[in-house]
């Protein structure tokens, strides 16, 4: 392993004397490390965690590394993950809000586990920053256990490292996770079981999720778009949050949230509902809809010699992609960046659909038949019909 500087929040007994003076020599804490901040955060940390208290963990936060014990099943098989948050991670530190990107981490990783049909049981966090700040570490982590909770698995671990002279400014920071679950192996999804007449499911999402954000802040800097200015004002761009002829109407937001509000808003984490469909039966395979919009991933979901075709029509995309539209991002733009509305794509058997559809929306997602599996010929891997409702 490269040398790296850390203050790793498992190891509250970590020694701190090197961060302090020492008889006019070289120190620590000179140099940029504040050992002292690294475990003032493992302590606040250590008040806060809830996802930790699970029946499955063996020992408790302050060790080396966790410990879980495994379900007992015939053939498990191990999924893992690992993703990080991208550049939202810029909006979040100009809004200096540090509350919700530890969600969106864990949501980045969690539904790709799932997606491929395992339950996800336990999760890392990898936190890097130019400055520790105890309080700042504190509502990151906070986010990341608010994430672990609500896809229902155990935040097992992290690390925090303090990299002086590695960033260009104090608060600047980065984020990783990685999320482990497990499965029957026989109880898997994947391209392999999707046949032509296989109907897709399209499920909400909450807003943009992490992707695109690049483009995002390009955008409000083109157009002088302050983050404090209200969403729904001319300021924000959008003006009215309705589009013509919308069915049925488009959700609208609070008329004070700020662009910064909206584009913070966390991306939905699908584990819990997943799961319940697993049980519910009929899922052949299914879409995270992340970086590359629908052809990158929808297109990974369906075999060689098939195509999903997608009916564009079929849904409203929210208030923030008319948004996006607004400040001239073309409809195929939108669809190969970001999710359009449609966080997953579930892709199952015609005889099924009712009975998930019921399991969706009793797991508080909103849900339509958005397309279907047809033979790929000569085309794409994913088609459209339609144009989307802009």
Same mark, same amino acid.
């Given at each position: 392993?490269?040398?790296?500087?850390?203050?790793?929040?498992?190891?509250?007994?970590?020694?701190?004397?090197?961060?302090?003076?020492?008889?006019?020599?070289?120190?620590?804490?000179?140099?940029?490390?504040?050992? /002292?901040?690294?475990?003032?955060?493992?302590?606040?940390?250590?008040?806060?965690?809830?996802?930790?208290?699970?029946?499955?963990?063996?020992?408790?936060?302050?060790?080396?590394?966790?410990?879980?014990?495994?379900?007992?099943?015939?053939?498990?098989?191990?999924?893992?993950? +690992?993703?990080?948050?991208?550049?939202?991670?810029?909006?979040?530190?100009?809004?200096?809000?540090?509350?919700?990107?530890?969600?969106?981490?864990?949501?980045?990783?969690?539904?790709?586990?799932?997606?491929?049909?395992?339950?996800?049981?336990?999760?890392?966090?990898?936190?890097?920053? /130019?400055?520790?700040?105890?309080?700042?570490?504190?509502?990151?982590?906070?986010?990341?256990? *608010?994430?672990?909770?609500?896809?229902?698995?155990?935040?097992?671990?992290?690390?925090? /490292?303090?990299?002086?002279?590695?960033?260009?400014?104090?608060?600047?920071?980065?984020?990783?996770?990685?999320?482990?679950?497990?499965?029957?192996?026989?109880?898997?999804?994947?391209?392999?079981?999707?046949?032509?007449?296989?109907?897709?499911?399209?499920?909400?999402?909450?807003?943009?999720?992490?992707?695109?954000?690049?483009?995002?802040?390009?955008?409000?800097?083109?157009?002088?778009?302050?983050?404090?200015?209200?969403?729904?004002?001319?300021?924000?761009?959008?003006?009215?949050? +309705?589009?013509?002829?919308?069915?049925?109407?488009?959700?609208?937001?609070?008329?004070?949230?700020?662009?910064?509000?909206?584009?913070?808003?966390?991306?939905?984490?699908?584990?819990?509902?997943?799961?319940?469909?697993?049980?519910?039966?009929?899922?052949?395979?299914?879409?995270?809809?992340?970086?590359?919009?629908?052809?990158?991933?929808?297109?990974?979901?369906?075999?060689?010699?098939?195509?999903?075709?997608?009916?564009?029509?079929?849904? +409203?995309?929210?208030?923030?992609?008319?948004?996006?539209?607004?400040?001239?991002?073309?409809?195929?733009?939108?669809?190969? +960046?970001?999710?359009?509305?449609?966080?997953?794509?579930?892709?199952?058997?015609?005889?099924?659909?009712?009975?998930?559809?019921?399991?969706?929306?009793?797991?508080?997602?909103? /849900?339509?038949?958005?397309?279907?599996?047809?033979?790929?010929? *000569?085309?794409?891997?994913?088609?459209?019909?339609?144009?989307?409702?802009?």
């Amino acid at each position: 392993m490269g040398e790296q500087d850390e203050t790793p929040q498992g190891e509250a007994s970590r020694d701190t004397s090197h961060g302090k003076e020492c008889g006019g020599g070289f120190t620590y804490k000179q140099a940029g490390v504040d050992v /002292a901040a690294g475990n003032a955060a493992v302590e606040l940390l250590k008040q806060r965690l809830k996802s930790v208290k699970h029946p499955l963990v063996l020992g408790e936060l302050g060790g080396f590394g966790g410990a879980m014990r495994l379900p007992r099943l015939k053939d498990p098989v191990l999924v893992a993950g +690992t993703d990080g948050v991208g550049t939202k991670i810029l909006i979040a530190q100009a809004m200096g809000r540090y509350d919700t990107i530890g969600i969106d981490l864990v949501a980045m990783s969690v539904n790709d586990v799932s997606a491929c049909g395992a339950v996800p049981l336990f999760f890392l966090d990898y936190i890097v920053t /130019a400055k520790v700040e105890p309080e700042k570490i504190a509502a990151l982590v906070g986010g990341v256990d *608010e994430g672990c909770l609500r896809a229902q698995c155990v935040l097992l671990g992290g690390e925090t /490292a303090e990299h002086p002279g590695h960033f260009k400014a104090d608060d600047d920071f980065d984020m990783a996770g990685f999320a482990v679950g497990i499965a029957e192996r026989d109880e898997l999804w994947g391209p392999a079981q999707v046949v032509v007449g296989d109907v897709l499911i399209g499920v909400d999402s909450h807003g943009l999720h992490s992707n695109g954000f690049s483009l995002v802040r390009r955008l409000l800097e083109h157009h002088g778009i302050d983050l404090h200015s209200k969403f729904l004002s001319e300021g924000g761009g959008l003006g009215a949050g +309705t589009a013509p002829g919308a069915t049925p109407p488009l959700p609208c937001y609070d008329p004070e949230a700020t662009v910064g509000d909206v584009l913070l808003t966390p991306t939905a984490i699908y584990s819990p509902v997943l799961h319940d469909l697993g049980h519910a039966g009929g899922v052949h395979a299914a879409a995270h809809v992340t970086g590359g919009g629908f052809p990158d991933n929808v297109g990974r979901a369906v075999p060689h010699g098939l195509a999903a075709e997608i009916d564009l029509g079929s849904w +409203t995309p929210g208030p923030e992609f008319l948004w996006l539209h607004a400040l001239g991002v073309a409809p195929d733009e939108l669809l190969r +960046t970001f999710n359009c509305g449609i966080g997953l794509v579930l892709v199952v058997a015609g005889d099924a659909v009712e009975r998930l559809l019921d399991v969706i929306a009793r797991g508080g997602h909103g /849900a339509r038949v958005i397309g279907a599996v047809v033979p790929r010929g *000569e085309g794409a891997a994913v088609r459209y019909r339609g144009e989307l409702r802009l």
